[in-house]
């Protein structure tokens, strides 16, 4: 099986671009209506959007498997991507401007060749348009600005789509100006206002991974340390990051509360070290990260769950000392 990235954003972009357009335009003329953010392709007969935040069945004629596998070879082979051609098996993700384009190729996905289109939100909202949507409160607002600027470090948690980047996003908007800020993303979607800003972008083909990311940007004078999500045990290196010199770091990652939040980081820590005892972990936990945010996504609205703050460890129990600002199930 051979998994590829390629990234379009560069030269050949308009190219490579135009063939899917064509190729897929049956799919490209839902995803471009209005509302679309997200366009799902299971295999023939079987698509689906995401519009304004809920999903729906959608009709899509003239796109089978031969049309779908032959689109993504394509694809592949004009980015420089030859050894697709000749593989049966394959998952192609693609960084285009302003969008995602990601496949699996039959026979992994067993009704067919799956498509994924995504939209890049084109606007960064801020605290005060959360406050507008009702999904914070001012006094929230108020709290998470003055900590951001003070340095907290901070996790959002939530599971998939349900708007964790966003927030990422908006949060970074209250970075004072003068910090120099590093941030580490699979595909660039943060976009930030500070001047003085270096993205890096992970590329597992070429093993380019977080932890190299990470390690990299410890030599160029940052003052924070901005992950788009941990996945794997670069949440270790994350920490130590985090805890050694560093402020006001903050990242995502995929958990049910904010308390299983710090359950998932204790997790992903251990995978990047299993010989590191959990009392150890959860102390460094403890002492690096100071507040948790967790989103959540239902009926098509996106909304935050819980703000914890985390006031240190426990000495007797090695217990988070956890302060509860925020819960959606008391409001």
Not at 11 to 18: G, I, L, P, T
Not at 50 to 73: C, D, K, L, Q, Y
């Amino acid at each position: 099986m051979a998994t590829v990235q390629i990234d379009a954003t560069a030269k050949n972009a308009e190219k490579a671009f135009d063939l899917i357009r064509a190729r897929l335009s049956p799919l490209f003329e839902l995803f471009l209506q209005d509302g679309v953010t997200e366009v799902n392709f299971n295999g023939p007969d079987d698509a689906w959007v995401t519009r304004v935040g809920r999903r729906e069945p959608a009709s899509v004629n003239g796109i089978n498997e031969v049309t779908a596998s032959s689109a993504v070879r394509e694809l592949a082979s004009s980015m420089g991507q030859e050894s697709i051609a000749s593989t049966t098996s394959a998952i192609v993700d693609a960084k285009m401007p302003g969008f995602r384009f990601s496949a699996i190729l039959s026979p992994i996905a067993s009704k067919g060749t799956a498509l994924s289109i995504r939209k890049h939100s084109p606007r960064v909202l801020s605290l005060q348009d959360y406050v507008d949507q009702k999904v914070i409160s001012p006094e929230m607002a108020r709290i998470l600005s003055e900590k951001v600027k003070a340095g907290a470090n901070m996790l959002i948690g939530g599971g998939t789509d349900s708007g964790k980047t966003t927030f990422l996003n908006a949060l970074s908007r209250e970075i004072p100006e003068g910090d120099r800020v590093g941030t580490i993303e699979d595909t660039r979607e943060l976009s930030l206002i500070v001047k003085n800003w270096l993205p890096l972008e992970t590329n597992a083909q070429k093993g380019v991974t977080a932890t190299l990311c990470l390690k990299s940007l410890m030599r160029h004078s940052i003052d924070r340390i901005i992950c788009g999500e941990l996945r794997d045990g670069a949440a270790a290196d994350f920490i130590s990051s985090a805890n050694t010199g560093h402020h006001g770091c903050m990242t995502t990652l995929h958990c049910n509360s904010a308390g299983m939040a710090l359950e998932r980081l204790e997790d992903l820590c251990l995978q990047g070290d299993a010989s590191w005892p959990l009392v150890a972990i959860r102390r460094n936990i403890g002492r690096t990260i100071q507040f948790v945010a967790h989103f959540k996504k239902a009926d098509g609205r996106r909304f935050i769950t819980e703000l914890i703050e985390i006031e240190g460890i426990d000495p007797n129990t090695n217990a988070y000392v956890i302060k509860s600002i925020f819960n959606h199930q008391e409001h």
